[in-house]
């Protein structure tokens, strides 16, 4: 079974701290993918990537950036986090090679409050 | 631009009846098709997907859905709901070569006793 975890569950941060949100595959994936959740607007992509030191902007990167220096960690940072970033963040993880299109497995989600 | 559609926000419906979630896509090329499922506060779970083949699809807990593409939908079926279905359902389609999921923006199915 694919799992995907996620450091925190909660988290409440001020404004202005910098913030690190983890994700963790164990099945070898090479595209990880961070999502934002707000009411009504269901799932929007954040980063992408798809190999080691490999990242591709979203629709909505504006005041975050990744990191992944491991195949199976995959990091959200807020450099300075605002009210407005408040919400549910859901990593996930697919395969990338020997098929048309392979599902993503997602993490448990971290609601992230920024007071 | 590429997009994907959910038009009801929240589909209320009484235990044992039939419900249908709609879906619809907007794209000119080859699409994939999926139905997640998110129970409260947990991550989503893969339904069921189209990638090609038999229009008609079969998933997990009871769900179906059929594709059409003459009226680009991807509409979720089940003939018989029960409370533990109650969840939100969230449409995603990949289009093209890409290896990324452009959702819908959810609905909320509600069962009640």
């Known amino acids: 079974d694919v799992k995907v975890t996620q450091s925190s569950r909660y988290l409440v941060k001020r404004t202005g701290e910098k913030v690190f949100l983890e994700c963790v595959q164990d099945m070898d994936h090479e595209n990880m993918f961070w999502y934002r959740q707000d009411p009504g607007l269901g799932l929007r992509l954040i980063y992408f990537s798809y190999d080691v030191k490999m990242k591709e902007k979203g629709d909505i990167p504006e005041g975050y950036s990744v990191s992944r220096e491991k195949k199976e960690r995959f990091s959200l940072i807020l450099e300075s986090a605002s009210t407005n970033q408040t919400s549910m963040y859901l990593c996930?993880?697919?395969?990338?090679?020997?098929?048309?299109?392979?599902?993503?497995?997602f993490g448990p989600g971290t609601r992230l409050t920024v007071t | 631009a590429q997009s994907v559609t959910q038009l009801d926000s929240q589909v209320p419906v009484f235990e044992e009846a039939p419900v249908e979630l709609r879906c619809n896509y907007s794209?000119?090329?080859?699409?994939?098709l999926f139905w997640y499922v998110q129970y409260p506060n947990q991550g989503l779970q893969l339904l069921l997907k189209?990638?090609?083949?038999?229009?008609l699809v079969k998933g997990i807990n009871g769900f179906e859905a059929e594709f059409n593409k003459s009226q680009t939908s991807f509409h979720l079926r089940k003939p018989s709901v029960h409370i533990s279905d109650t969840a939100e359902y969230f449409c995603?389609?990949?289009?093209?070569?890409?290896?990324?999921?452009?959702f819908g923006s959810g609905t909320r199915l509600l069962v009640r006793p």
């Open positions: 996930a993880s697919s395969q990338m090679t020997g098929g048309p299109f392979y599902e993503q497995y």
């Open positions: 794209s000119s090329v080859s699409v994939y």
């Open positions: 995603a389609a990949s289009l093209g070569s890409s290896y990324k999921l452009i």
């Open positions: 189209y990638l090609s083949g038999s229009t």
